[in-house]
């Protein structure tokens, strides 16, 4: 109906809906019923499981927003202007601020800010708002410094190379309609500081360092606490990926006590979150787990961040084969998180759960897991970074699934031009590179390459990838015969995964790296001395593949943990909970194990 086609518009400016905040926007009395109505009739409205909260399909939502573009600009402003009312009513700051964003109400926006430190919370990645910005009212934008100033720290927040440089050059137009020098200069070191934090975040090299070094040695007056955390975190960005890991600890410090000056604790937390991501490629899980566990309480409770620590302390979790600890982490991360709010973290949290699923065998689960990570690209901004590390999943389930393609189109994506100068992701391209030549042709010299690509990480301080590189080097020189070749490496892994306590990486070579460590254990007096770190690594192993060896029906592992359940009395739903999975998915596990046993 008409009706309810018209409400469905206007209300579409909203992210979620409820009865009092339609009734504003509307100026109606009866949205409690219409809102009903909808969910009965509309199959893209539903109920959100919390007393009358409704969201919409988000392709049906895309549409909506088209049609709302339709309207002429003072309805949408008034449209965004009462809803502003409502969420200022309530205490959603960054919602009103959004809400004032599209009303292009700039007098009420730049104090709203400037008192809450909302400069890169405000433009969420709704395609509503991307759309009002960059098209409808963009005449109006260009000629509004305030709001381009706004949108490049919004966008700096959310990472996003593309819009920083549209919103940059906007931002640098506008200030020609400015009458005070002072305030020009103002807007134009912003873009300067814009155009620097773009590059680091695109490019991830020596440029991009001296760009944003430049600008800290400045001195100009308008370098800010705020400014100063982001350059300074950008610093720490750029050292990270060219591989310099101790320099990036140092600016990922500076950084955070600038947030701490600007008395933005919110912000100071990233550093701490960034540092910790260096400590567990450094191999120092305990200073990691410490770091990790006190941020959580700096963090609100619904924050993204908090999420994000979850997910840092559920990979130390899974190194150390905690994984129980390693699961209520990880749904814990998840709970309430969506693609849709926060895909950087979603994605995090996603990968998280193929760790888990890759440390106890479930390869098959785990690549369906990256499947779905990467079907968010698709429909989702995300910086370069998350798609870097997904690439790194892919590649690496693909080495223990055996798949060729799978190694193949890891390369193939870690090839792009978007990473750049970026050592990281440059060494994990070589190593997979390797390993299809070792798929392909199981040439010699491929022993000799990973043991390339193992020394430069060991000297990047990439513990992990070294334990990875010499894991697959190890086995190659095994399967050549080239036996004290591949006892020495052998000998390597474990002189390194005794310093840190890694498990999980060196166990997930498979069976053929196991049965390696516990000859070199018998035979030589290196693996003697590592005598108690072997033993830790051979129980590991036997506990995989305890299930498998009592299992007489041809369970999975995954089947027969659900099995276990079952028998303990757990309902599906609880089973689901456990084990981070839908209800759907525990049906046909329990489908397929009624198959097996009869």
Same mark, same amino acid.
């Given at each position: 109906?008409?009706?309810?086609?018209?409400?469905?518009? =206007?209300?579409?400016?909203?992210?979620?809906?409820?009865?009092?905040?339609?009734?504003?926007?509307?100026?109606r009395?009866?949205? /409690?019923?219409?809102?009903?109505?909808?969910?009965?009739?509309?199959?893209?409205?539903?109920?959100?499981?919390?007393?009358?909260? +409704? +969201?919409?399909?988000?392709l049906?939502?895309?549409?909506?927003?088209?049609?709302?573009?339709?309207?002429?600009?003072?309805?949408?402003?008034?449209?965004?202007?009462?809803?502003?009312?409502?969420?200022?009513?309530?205490? *959603?700051?960054? =919602?009103?601020?959004?809400?004032?964003?599209?009303?292009?109400?700039?007098?009420?926006?730049?104090?709203?800010?400037?008192?809450?430190?909302?400069? /890169?919370?405000?433009?969420?990645?709704?395609?509503?708002?991307?759309?009002?910005? =960059?098209?409808?009212? &963009?005449?109006?934008t260009?000629?509004?410094?305030?709001?381009?100033?706004?949108?490049?720290?919004? +966008?700096i927040?959310?990472?996003?190379?593309?819009?920083?440089?549209?919103?940059?050059?906007?931002?640098?137009?506008?200030?020609?309609?400015?009458?005070?020098?002072?305030?020009?200069?103002?807007?134009?070191?912003?873009?300067?500081?814009?155009?620097?934090?773009?590059?680091?975040i695109?490019?991830?090299?020596?440029?991009?360092?001296?760009?944003?070094?430049?600008?800290?040695?400045?001195?100009?007056?308008?370098?800010?606490s705020?400014?100063?955390?982001?350059?300074?975190y950008?610093?720490?960005? !750029?050292?990270?990926?060219?591989?310099?890991?101790?320099?990036?600890?140092?600016?990922?410090?500076?950084?955070?006590?600038?947030?701490?000056?600007?008395?933005?604790?919110?912000?100071?937390?990233?550093p !701490?979150?960034k %540092?910790?991501?260096?400590?567990?490629?450094?191999?120092?899980?305990?200073?990691? @787990?410490?770091?990790? &566990?006190?941020?959580?309480?700096?963090?609100? =409770?619904?924050?993204?961040?908090?999420?994000?620590?979850?997910?840092?302390?559920?990979?130390?979790?899974?190194?150390? %084969?905690?994984?129980?600890?390693?699961?209520?982490?990880?749904?814990?991360?998840?709970?309430?998180? #969506? $693609?849709?709010?926060?895909?950087?973290?979603?994605?995090?949290?996603?990968?998280?759960?193929?760790?888990?699923?890759?440390?106890?065998?479930?390869?098959?689960?785990?690549?369906? @897991?990256?499947?779905?990570?990467?079907?968010?690209?698709?429909? %989702?901004?995300?910086?370069?970074?998350?798609?870097?590390?997904?690439?790194?999943?892919?590649?690496?389930?693909s080495?223990?699934?055996?798949?060729?393609?799978?190694?193949?189109?890891?390369?193939?994506?870690?090839?792009?031009?978007?990473?750049?100068?970026?050592?990281?992701?440059?060494?994990?391209?070589?190593?997979?590179? $390797?390993?299809?030549?070792?798929?392909?042709t199981?040439?010699?010299?491929?022993?000799?390459?990973?043991?390339?690509?193992?020394? #430069?990480?060991?000297?990047?301080?990439?513990?992990?990838?070294?334990? @990875?590189?010499?894991?697959?080097?190890?086995?190659?020189?095994?399967?050549?015969?080239?036996?004290? $070749?591949?006892?020495?490496?052998?000998?390597?892994?474990?002189?390194?995964?005794?310093?840190?306590?890694?498990?999980? #990486?060196?166990?997930?070579?498979?069976?053929?790296?196991?049965?390696?460590? &516990?000859?070199?254990?018998? #035979?030589?007096?290196?693996?003697?001395? *590592?005598r108690?770190?072997?033993?830790?690594?051979?129980?590991?192993?036997?506990?995989?593949?305890?299930?498998?060896?009592?299992?007489?029906?041809?369970?999975?592992? %995954?089947?027969?943990?659900?099995?276990r359940?079952?028998?303990?009395?757990?309902?599906?739903?609880?089973?689901?909970?456990?084990?981070?999975?839908?209800?759907?998915?525990?049906?046909?596990?329990?489908?397929?194990?009624?198959?097996?046993?009869?």
């Amino acid at each position: 109906p008409r009706d309810l086609a018209e409400f469905s518009i =206007d209300v579409s400016l909203a992210r979620s809906l409820n009865p009092t905040l339609c009734d504003l926007i509307t100026d109606r009395k009866d949205s /409690s019923a219409v809102l009903r109505n909808l969910v009965r009739h509309n199959p893209f409205v539903f109920g959100s499981g919390k007393r009358n909260v +409704y +969201y919409c399909n988000r392709l049906y939502a895309s549409w909506l927003h088209s049609q709302l573009l339709q309207l002429n600009a003072a309805k949408i402003r008034q449209l965004a202007t009462n809803a502003s009312a409502w969420y200022d009513a309530t205490g *959603n700051v960054v =919602d009103k601020a959004r809400m004032l964003i599209v009303a292009t109400d700039a007098n009420s926006l730049i104090p709203l800010c400037k008192g809450t430190k909302l400069d /890169s919370r405000i433009v969420s990645s709704s395609d509503l708002l991307t759309y009002v910005l =960059d098209t409808r009212l &963009e005449r109006e934008t260009e000629k509004n410094p305030e709001l381009c100033f706004l949108a490049v720290w919004a +966008y700096i927040g959310f990472g996003l190379y593309d819009e920083i440089v549209a919103w940059v050059m906007r931002l640098e137009r506008s200030t020609k309609y400015l009458d005070d020098e002072g305030e020009r200069r103002y807007y134009l070191f912003t873009a300067e500081v814009g155009k620097a934090v773009a590059h680091s975040i695109r490019y991830h090299n020596f440029e991009s360092i001296d760009q944003c070094d430049k600008l800290l040695r400045s001195g100009s007056p308008y370098l800010t606490s705020i400014v100063r955390f982001h350059l300074c975190y950008s610093l720490a960005d !750029n050292y990270e990926r060219i591989g310099d890991l101790a320099s990036a600890v140092d600016w990922c410090l500076q950084s955070n006590a600038h947030a701490l000056a600007a008395g933005a604790v919110d912000y100071a937390t990233f550093p !701490n979150y960034k %540092r910790c991501k260096i400590l567990i490629q450094h191999g120092r899980f305990s200073e990691a @787990e410490t770091l990790a &566990e006190e941020s959580v309480s700096l963090t609100n =409770d619904d924050s993204p961040l908090r999420r994000a620590f979850w997910i840092l302390l559920a990979l130390v979790q899974i190194e150390s %084969r905690r994984f129980d600890e390693a699961r209520e982490n990880i749904k814990r991360s998840q709970d309430g998180l #969506t $693609a849709l709010k926060n895909p950087e973290v979603y994605i995090e949290a996603k990968l998280a759960l193929f760790d888990l699923l890759s440390a106890q065998g479930e390869h098959e689960a785990a690549y369906e @897991e990256i499947l779905r990570i990467m079907s968010i690209f698709e429909f %989702r901004k995300v910086p370069a970074a998350a798609l870097g590390y997904v690439c790194i999943a892919l590649g690496k389930v693909s080495l223990m699934r055996g798949s060729l393609h799978g190694i193949v189109t890891a390369c193939e994506h870690l090839s792009d031009p978007m990473f750049g100068d970026d050592v990281y992701f440059g060494l994990y391209r070589s190593f997979f590179a $390797a390993c299809r030549i070792a798929f392909e042709t199981n040439e010699d010299k491929v022993s000799d390459i990973l043991g390339d690509i193992a020394n #430069t990480a060991h000297l990047r301080g990439f513990v992990t990838l070294f334990l @990875e590189a010499s894991v697959q080097k190890a086995v190659l020189l095994e399967g050549q015969g080239q036996h004290d $070749a591949a006892a020495k490496t052998v000998q390597m892994v474990l002189g390194a995964g005794k310093t840190q306590g890694y498990r999980t #990486t060196i166990l997930n070579g498979g069976s053929l790296i196991v049965g390696l460590i &516990e000859k070199v254990a018998l #035979t030589s007096s290196e693996g003697k001395a *590592n005598r108690e770190y072997v033993y830790s690594l051979m129980k590991a192993a036997e506990e995989e593949s305890e299930g498998y060896l009592e299992n007489k029906n041809g369970l999975t592992s %995954r089947e027969l943990e659900i099995l276990r359940m079952l028998n303990s009395g757990k309902s599906r739903q609880e089973i689901s909970d456990t084990l981070c999975i839908s209800i759907n998915t525990t049906k046909t596990h329990i489908k397929n194990i009624r198959k097996k046993i009869g």
